[in-house]
């Protein structure tokens, strides 16, 4: 063991280690030549990768409704869905590697940065390299992420997970009064946004709670002021991400608001539930999520150490009340209608209750790592319980096997099992029945001719005999639509019509052609994220520069 943390102190041996791993926690449920294993939300991420792919292709880096989506329809994935760590697999997509193949390369690499992050987050907690370790595999391994990963396959939530280490370990500084790189947390936070909007709100509650916890901490001049420029830097950097999703929320009504498929207060388990299938390491499903083997014993015993020695009490405190906040004990009920609803599901709290306990473990105030085989034993231990999840979750899921080439056939209407961000007028049952891009109009008094409906535009030449007459155009309405008229006749900019398609008025004669543009808003808030960032860069280069 001595001999090998030596050689993993060489970061070329560390990093190479997390890339096998990556790799092997993939192979898990993936060892079947020609197969590959897709649960959960996995056709949706895919067509996001396809839709980014498509948009580069079309010269638009920076897409928000994407056309690909919902059948040439188009669907606002990448304005309320950040694809920023998208972007890699995309380019694979560009360049013609297969789907199965990007998909598993995006798992790989949100593996192999979890285990970057996470051990760089044991670091700057001052831990050993052995802790730091131990620290990040027993993250990495949590029975949780890895029902997120095997079963759920919901990339956002794991990318965002990657960071979540690195903002415990900045707020246990800063705790501590080290806030020279106060800039950092910024950065952890602004990463976890970009990955998944749902992780930016959870992380910042929890960062709330730890801070209002450990006020006597916090509520000095200096550390007040440093995380204060921490969260004027992450919502400046953000802006681009909520400002947009704000101006849409506005304008109309979404599917999430009026007809939500998933209700948080109906998502609670029985708290003995939770502990029975956490100590049974339950496959995952709906009424067996759970916490895993690991990190429910571990919280036990680390829980009753804690409060005997008065030790790292408001990691223990706020693990317990998550864990709580799964249960029946918590009113969701009553918050249901509130912004805290937002998180869907509770046991998404599961993620930093894992993550705390790990910090336990790798903090080892118990000194049990320091017995002779106790790591080896309890890493041994982590590989089979992880390997058994695995397994139990194939075997629990046969039919979850698609062959590779069913990856190349999937439908670009599977835009998630809730469709939250389409107009809440939308049919989308009969959209997808139907199948079919066509301009409905009053074909008695307006001609329509030389239509031209792709991926980015609709474009058609109109004659409307002298009268204004609608047009529903095969687009679902996003603000940002934009009408260009060449002729004589008038149109109007896109409006929200029937069905929550897009709408337009014409008169007389002429050529329109209707295409996504950013508005002023998403213009704005991408011109403030640029200054933001440009600033936090600057920042970091000139505390770089000045540093002994």
Known sequence: MKNLMQKLNQKRYLYLLFLLVSVLIVVFVN?????AFGSGDYRYHINRIEALATAITHGNLLPKVDQYLAGGFGYASSLFYPDIFLYPAALLRVVGLPVVWTFLFTQIYINF??????????????????????????????????????????????????????????????????IEQWYILAVAMICVG???????????????????????????????????????????????????????????????????????????????????????????????????????LFL???????????????LTIIAWLLLISCSEFFPWYALRHSIFASFQFPWRFFSLISLIVAYFIAKDDLQ??????????????????????SQASLK????????????????????????????????????????????????????????????????????????????????????????????????????LGDKGRATITLRGRGT??????????????LAVTGVSLLYSIFLIWRRRQIMP
């Open 31 to 35: 060892w079947h030549p020609g197969l």
């Open 512 to 525: 329109v052609t209707i295409q996504y543009h950013y508005t002023t808003i998403q213009k704005f808030s």
């Open 368 to 389: 049990i790592l320091q017995l002779r085989y106790f790591t080896p034993i309890l890493l041994t231990l982590t590989l089979l319980v992880s390997f058994s999840l």
């Open 113 to 178: 940065l979890t285990l970057s992050v996470s051990y760089f987050a044991g670091k700057r907690m001052h831990f050993s390299v052995k802790n730091a370790l131990i620290f990040s595999l027993i993250y990495f391994f949590s029975s949780y992420r890895l029902q997120v990963l095997f079963t759920r396959q919901d990339m956002g939530e794991l990318m965002g997970m990657i960071f979540f280490p690195l903002v415990l370990s900045e707020l246990l500084k800063f705790r501590k009064g080290e």
């Open 300 to 314: 036990f015993i680390y829980t009753v150490y804690n409060l005997l020695n008065r030790k790292n009490l408001t």
């Open 194 to 296: 970009f990955s998944h909007i749902i992780s930016l709100f959870m992380m910042i509650c929890f960062a709330i709670i730890f801070v209002i916890l450990n006020l006597k901490y916090f509520w000095k001049k200096d550390t007040f002021f440093a995380i204060l420029k921490a969260a004027l830097l992450t919502i400046g950097v953000t802006f681009s991400l909520y400002g947009p999703i704000f101006e849409q929320m506005a304008d109309q009504d979404f599917t999430v608001s009026t007809h939500p498929l998933i209700r948080i207060y109906q998502q609670i388990q029985p708290l003995h539930d939770l502990l029975v299938n956490s100590f049974n390491n339950q496959v995952f499903h709906g009424t067996t999520v759970n916490l895993g083997l690991i990190i429910i």
């Open 396 to 495: 629990a899921a046969p039919t979850k096997l698609h062959t590779y080439d069913a990856y190349e056939h999937i439908s670009s209407y599977l835009i998630g099992a809730g469709h939250e961000y389409l107009p809440s007028a939308v049919d989308y049952n009969a959209v997808k029945a139907d199948k079919q891009r066509k301009l409905l109009y009053d074909h008695q008094e307006l001609s329509a001719s030389h239509q031209e409906i792709t991926k980015s535009i609709v474009k058609f030449s109109f004659n409307t005999k002298k009268t204004f007459q609608k047009v529903s155009l095969p687009l679902f309405y996003y603000k940002g639509y934009q009408a260009k008229l060449t002729g004589k006749g008038t149109t109007t900019q896109p409006e």
